[in-house]
């Protein structure tokens, strides 16, 4: 005779089993069906990126071999029409640590929301309008080491109004956005992080804006953003960016320039500027790769720099150059490698892209090459 715990734990297994195969069974994975209100889907999709690679820094006792991830995703995204051209949406996206076989549940872009002739409103987390500037259509080495965002943005940051305070290159819980439709190639989207983190004295917020005009092989894009009370009560930091690119047959042109703007303390500002010049070329099956970037010295009258910037008057320039090729093998898998090293000045640490060196130190510069594969699904 079965005891009243073990009877418990086979009923939720029977129950778990039940649900999984009614759910593997039902169409609603990939494709439309019907329901009461219209027509709805369910899509799973995502992409796993990872590869072998070897980094270094000046002044290490020799270089770190590892297997690395490079953001991979697991998304699921629904959508329902609501009839008169309404849609209803949902997402939730998750980091997937391939290496290691963990990552947060609904930790990348998630939300909710209203899609129709006037636009669409997200709540939830997700990226800045800011990051689309540049992240995905100008750098040609998006998630990976050989990317650009250590420098640009002035690193990555998933972090709450006032958290990693430095950071211009953010994906942003609590977060409210709208999307404009898109009108002779001309979109905009602006977003609002609401002040949840606010205390007796400070009341953080952050607002980000994107203005993009996309149409056949020319793209152009321009965004601000300012964070509030992120440093101190009463701060302001703002930042803008330009991008643009352009494609001649199978050579695509690519560029991006930002400003980032810092009141540390009152009366005390850190300017930094920074651009990126990249060029993708296609030759067959493959893709050419390659990327400069360059961190301006920092000026203004700070006495201390903020993230990876370096005080004012200080050597605090820096700059990245990447190289790489990929390989397709079908409109989903790719086989890649790539080169880069990051040349810091005496008083500035940017670090490699998404998967930096552990306890980097001022004037380091690291390097890294790899070779990995991408699978989209």
Same mark, same amino acid.
């Given at each position: 005779m079965q005891s009243p715990s073990t009877q418990g734990v086979i009923q939720r297994a029977a129950c778990f089993s039940a649900c999984l195969a009614a759910l593997c069974s039902s169409p609603a994975i990939g494709q439309t069906t019907a329901n009461a209100a219209g027509t709805s889907a369910l899509t799973v999709y995502g992409f796993l990126k990872v590869n072998v690679e070897q980094v270094g820094a000046s002044g290490m +006792? @020799?270089?770190?071999?590892? !297997?690395s991830n490079n953001q991979s995703v697991l998304g699921f995204r629904a959508v329902e029409a609501l009839g008169d051209g309404l849609q209803a949406w949902a997402q939730i996206e998750s980091n997937v640590k391939v290496d290691t076989g %963990?990552?947060?549940?609904?930790?990348r872009n998630t939300g909710i929301g209203l899609r129709g002739s006037a636009g669409e409103i997200l709540l939830g987390q997700w990226e800045t309008p800011l990051r689309f500037v540049s992240v995905y259509a100008i750098d040609p080495f998006t998630a990976s080491v050989f990317a650009s965002n250590s420098i640009l943005g002035n690193g990555f940051a998933t972090a709450a109004n006032g958290v990693s305070p430095a950071s211009f290159d953010r994906r942003q819980p609590n977060l409210?956005?709208?999307?404009s439709p898109v009108l002779q190639g001309v979109s905009a989207r602006i977003a609002y992080a609401v002040p949840e983190? =606010?205390? #007796?004295? &400070?009341?953080p917020d952050l607002l980000s804006t994107l203005l993009s005009y996309q149409a056949g092989p020319l793209y152009l894009a321009w965004g601000h953003e300012r964070h509030r009370d992120y440093l101190r009560a009463g701060s302001l930091d703002t930042a803008d960016r330009l991008a643009a690119a352009y494609s001649f047959g199978p050579t695509r042109l690519r560029a991006t320039w930002e400003q980032l703007r810092y009141q540390p303390g009152p009366g005390t500002q850190l300017k930094r500027n920074a651009w990126q010049v990249a060029v993708t070329h296609n030759i067959g099956s493959g893709q050419l790769r390659?990327?400069?970037?360059?961190?301006?010295?920092?000026? @203004?009258?700070?006495? =201390?720099? !903020?993230? +990876?910037? @370096? #005080?004012?008057? &200080? %050597? +605090? #320039?820096?700059?990245?150059?990447?190289?790489?090729? @990929?390989?397709t093998l079908s409109a989903r898998t790719e086989l890649w490698g790539g080169w880069t090293r990051l040349s810091n000045g005496a008083n500035s640490s940017y670090n490699l892209s998404a998967n930096g060196i552990p306890n980097l130190k001022p004037g380091q510069d690291p390097y890294a090459w790899g070779l990995g594969m991408t699978h989209k699904f």
């Open positions: +006792s @020799g270089p770190l071999r590892r !297997l %963990d990552g947060p549940w609904g930790g409210i956005q709208w999307s983190e =606010k205390t #007796a004295s &400070t009341s390659a990327s400069w970037v360059q961190g301006e010295a920092s000026t @203004g009258n700070a006495s =201390k720099g !903020l993230g +990876s910037i @370096g #005080a004012p008057g &200080t %050597d +605090s #320039a820096a700059h990245q150059i990447a190289l790489g090729y @990929g390989h």
